[in-house]
């Protein structure tokens, strides 16, 4: 089966722009991750869905993160405006149902704000 | 709070010697997950363990689920270069009702040819 797709694969923008990032989860997978990982540290949820419905978004900046998967399919994470300290690699998973506890990761996308 | 600590942070040895790094929490799991990360890569499953006192092997690579469901720990024997990598364990904590999957900050395991 196909993996998580994810776009664009690196990016780079100056503090207090924009930038969207794309997820599109393993074909039949209910429930879809966003993570966020610093250099050095472990993925940290951002955010939850189970098909189309948020079931935890407590870790997500929601003054300047926002997500959505409209359909229960794909997904994207918006961040604007971005700060020096949203540099990370973000990562999407999916997994069949939610509570699952085996997740497949997309490859990432790496974010640097300059 | 870091509910799930691994150790070492870091790990650099010679091909062929032997390895175990550790996951621990004083938080009780129904299951615990190992993953792989290779740089540039997403993290790739290895292992989950669901019974306390379990022990799972793939290769050279020993998994271990403590009696308490609290702890567990990697072991590889014979390390090779192909092993280097980000090993991450992984779980959602009985007491989180909402079955949030959360992360260790990881070993850096790099085996020196």
């Known amino acids: 089966e196909a993996g998580v797709a994810q776009s664009p694969r690196y990016k780079i923008i100056e503090k207090r722009q924009s930038v969207a990032f794309w997820c599109n989860p393993i074909s039949g997978h209910a429930t879809l991750y966003w993570y966020q990982q610093i250099l050095g540290q472990g993925p940290k949820l951002l955010i939850q869905f189970q098909n189309n419905g948020v079931v935890d978004d407590s870790q997500l900046p929601k003054d300047r993160f926002s997500a959505e998967r409209l359909k229960g399919v794909d997904s994207t994470l918006k961040i604007q405006p971005a700060k020096l300290e949203d540099s990370a690699v973000y990562l999407c998973?999916?997994?069949?149902?939610?509570?699952?506890?085996?997740?497949?990761f997309g490859a990432g996308s790496r974010l640097t704000v300059l | 709070t870091q509910l799930l600590e691994q150790s070492p942070q870091f790990l650099s040895i010679q091909e062929g010697e032997n390895l175990t790094v550790y996951c621990n929490s004083s938080?009780?799991?129904?299951?615990l997950q190992w993953y792989r990360q290779e740089p540039g890569e997403g993290p790739v499953l290895l292992v989950t363990?669901?019974?306390?006192?379990e022990v799972k092997k793939l290769k050279r690579l020993t998994f271990q689920f403590g009696d308490a469901r609290k702890d567990s720990s990697l072991h590889i024997t014979a390390a090779q270069p192909g092993d280097t990598g980000l090993y991450l364990c992984?779980?959602?904590?009985?007491?989180?009702?909402?079955?949030?999957?959360?992360f260790g900050k990881g070993t850096r395991l790099h085996i020196l040819p």
């Open positions: 363990v669901v019974t306390g006192g």
């Open positions: 998973a999916s997994s069949r149902v939610s509570g699952a506890n085996v997740l497949t």
């Open positions: 992984a779980g959602a904590p009985r007491m989180n009702r909402d079955d949030k999957i959360i």
């Open positions: 938080s009780v799991f129904s299951s």
